[in-house]
């Protein structure tokens, strides 16, 4: 049995977040003189490059919708691992009020068919029910299909009773609500991060799960000398360090965290590091919020790090800033408990659950920046606080680990399907 991992990004490449940058290595002109590329740094490329580390029972592709594309475009890494980029198309989807646009790739449900016809595939499905899932969700009726759910679990019916004055849009969550219900016949196993609508799930969907997160390298994320670590980066010794590092975009609340700052400006010395990129028009945003801060050079927006520098970064800081409204992790959060650098979080994701669980970090309130304030002007002031057990964070967090867990559910699907003589139809 030689099993197809498939793993399914919902979402484009990050052309708009990464415009900034150079292109990525691997990258074709088109023919209108655009051009499409492949980012090895999404969570399934990541994933699946673990996973191939790990075993090499199972072939690895990254499928994913790109609106530049005007073909298929694929290239296979040397670890083995395949990307594929389909040409797709936009579609809004009225909430109301309001639109949403989404992605929809009919070369890529094509394709799929095509394969599994003649290859024994898993499909691993990222995110919610947007269009390109749905749409995979009803052809592949005789495919084994693991739904991974990132971030925050949110499925229609707890959209659906959210109080908003754009009262039509839960009409349209009522409409997703049952098309779900139909869908998840189709789910064979379904991954969640954090215990948040755990009940809703449940309703929702009746067969296996398991509490599974992304993960990071702990070989590399590990504790370095703080001081070493500041000259390297010609930060200050001798005042408090905090470092977000972020998506930049408005869920993650960076310009609260601007603001809160500006708010400790009169009463505390600090410096605030910001990493992460954005769109042109929201790190404009930002650094128009943080100037004050930025002349006075308690702000640093130093752009999008990776690798040994943001491993200095991480190691600068006295305390590693997560502020989302949303998170399934973060990622972010658990390079830093790697680095055994203390984390103050919003309450939300699997990490702020596990430093609850273990009286460690700073945990606050999603929107009451009082409390931020408070919390962050007492650390300033000398309040200790907990670091996360780094044996614990790596048992928890580790790649190496979460692909050995992802790879037990391939194989365990992979032998349901395919070592009888025909496949389930889940239909």
Known sequence: MNIKVINVLPHEPDYRFMADEPRPSVNWDTPDGNWVGIYNNEIPNKLGNEVLRYTDEFSYEVWQPDYRADKMYHHQFENGLVHRLFPA??????????????LISPALVQYLTKYSRENEVVVNLNGDFGVLNAAIMAEAKKIPI???????????????????????????????????????????FVT?????????LRQLFNGLTAKLTS????????????????????????????LVSSLLKPLKQIDKVIQVFKELDTTHDFLLIISGHGTDQYEQYLRALAQPLITKDKVRLVGYITGEQARCYYNSADLFINSSTSEGGPVSAMKALACETPVFSTDIGNVAERMRNNGAGMLVGISNYAQWRQQLARFMDGVSVKKFDRAEAKEQYDWQKIATKFSEIYRGLGHRYYSQEMSLDKS
């Not at 198309?89 to 989404?102: D, S, T």
């Open 89 to 102: 198309g936009r579609i809004k989807e009225w909430y109301g009020f309001k639109g949403r646009w989404q």
């Open 146 to 188: 693991l739904q991974t759910f990132r971030g925050t679990l949110r499925l229609p019916k707890t959209l659906m009773l959210k109080p908003r004055l754009n009262v039509l849009a839960a009409v349209t969550y009522l409409k997703k609500h049952w098309q779900a219900q139909r869908l998840m016949q189709h789910v064979d």
């Open 192 to 200: 969640y991060q954090n215990n948040l609508y755990q009940k809703e």
């Open 215 to 242: 993960g990071c390298d702990f070989s590399f994320w590990h504790n370095l000398d703080q001081a070493t670590c500041r000259n390297e980066l010609a930060i200050p010794l001798n005042k408090p360090v905090f």
